[in-house]
């Protein structure tokens, strides 16, 4: 396994100090499969920040791994929390980026395959894996090395999506999943490696909020939550539950820790990421109608030219005696006929 530093991930090979120090951040392409600050939905970006905010309270003063880190943001978010925290992923890339952007006492990111990394078995006291076990071919092979990799009383904390509810009934087929999981699926995987496993819901929500005065919400206070269905002719304001396309466990072979008893919510409360997200999205579309328009340009181009040649070719002398050549033919059919 290989552990890539900022300095690592900013000097390529043959470019000297000097040079390093004004290199440019490593490259990432945005897949929609990683979660890059500034880039892709705001939706994706909510439930990244969620998933690793409720992996706070599991990595409290623990040693900890990121199994499938990506391109780092949220391991870095747990960094002030974890006593230490590796993340790790396959691609050298995501790593060199997350060496670059994200620096925090105790953390350190490395390349390797989360499925066997070279760790001594009980080296962690938590490991989390966001929105990667549907990636593998084998989920197991995830569960078994997060077993491996942590201690007796260890904690699991493991997202992935709901089938039913993120592929079966949107129809649609994410092509980077290779195994998604039904509930009983999921639940029926950790708990043959693990005695207690609590599993939480989640989807990132629209809505409007109003409050009684702009101070800060009271710590524990209460929030009236109504969900609002407006596929229908007139909107309906009931309690029923919202739409989650992810499900969230959190495993232990050790005591079971204490599970959430009410729904857990945050807020975007200064509209950052909106904000943001809509940039990215209104420059993407402004990028793809300047594309569609070169497109098109290209296109009429392209039949002017050939157009001309067309015209190019019925002025020539061999045009004007192919022609004549197929007069005579078309004549000489018809007295052979005749005849």
Request: with cysteine; hydrophobic share 40%.
């Amino acid at each position: 396994m290989t552990q890539i530093t900022r300095a690592a991930s900013k000097s390529p090979p043959g470019v000297g100090d000097e040079e390093a120090l004004v290199g440019a951040v490593p490259e990432l392409a945005h897949t929609g499969e990683r979660f890059l600050p500034g880039k892709g939905s705001a939706e994706v970006a909510y439930d990244h920040i969620a998933r690793y905010r409720l992996a706070e309270r599991y990595v409290q003063g623990k040693a900890t791994v990121d199994l499938g880190c990506g391109a780092g943001y949220g391991t870095y978010s747990l960094a002030r929390f974890a006593r230490g925290i590796l993340g790790v992923d396959l691609s050298e890339e995501a790593v060199a980026y997350a060496a670059w952007s994200y620096e925090a006492p105790g953390l350190r990111y490395e390349v390797g395959d989360v499925a066997g990394l070279p760790n001594p078995g009980g080296s962690f006291d938590a490991a989390v894996s966001f929105e990667v076990i549907e990636h593998l071919e084998r989920p197991e092979a995830l569960v078994e090395e997060a077993r491996r990799l942590l201690k007796e009383d260890g904690v699991f904390v493991v997202s992935t999506p709901d089938k039913q509810a993120y592929s079966n009934n949107r129809n649609s087929v994410n092509p980077h999943h290779l195994k998604e999981m039904y509930p009983l699926e999921f639940r029926e995987l950790l708990e043959h490696h693990f005695r207690h496993v609590q599993i939480y819901w989640q989807g990132a929500l629209s809505g409007s909020i109003i409050t009684p005065d702009r101070a800060e919400l009271p710590e524990g206070g209460e929030v009236v939550l109504e969900s609002t269905r407006f596929s229908l002719p007139e909107p309906v304001f009931d309690r029923g539950a919202p739409i989650t396309l992810y499900m969230i466990a959190v495993c232990t072979n050790g005591p079971a820790p204490e599970p959430l008893k009410k729904p857990h919510l945050i807020l975007d409360c200064d509209r950052q990421i909106y904000e943001e997200h809509a940039d990215w999205r209104a420059a993407l579309g402004a990028l793809l109608r300047y594309r569609s328009h070169e497109i098109r340009v290209l296109d009429k181009r392209a039949q002017a030219r050939a157009e001309r040649r067309i015209a190019d070719i019925q002025r020539s002398r061999a045009w004007r005696l192919a022609q004549r050549l197929s007069s005579l033919k078309v004549g000489v059919d018809r007295l052979v006929k005749r005849g």
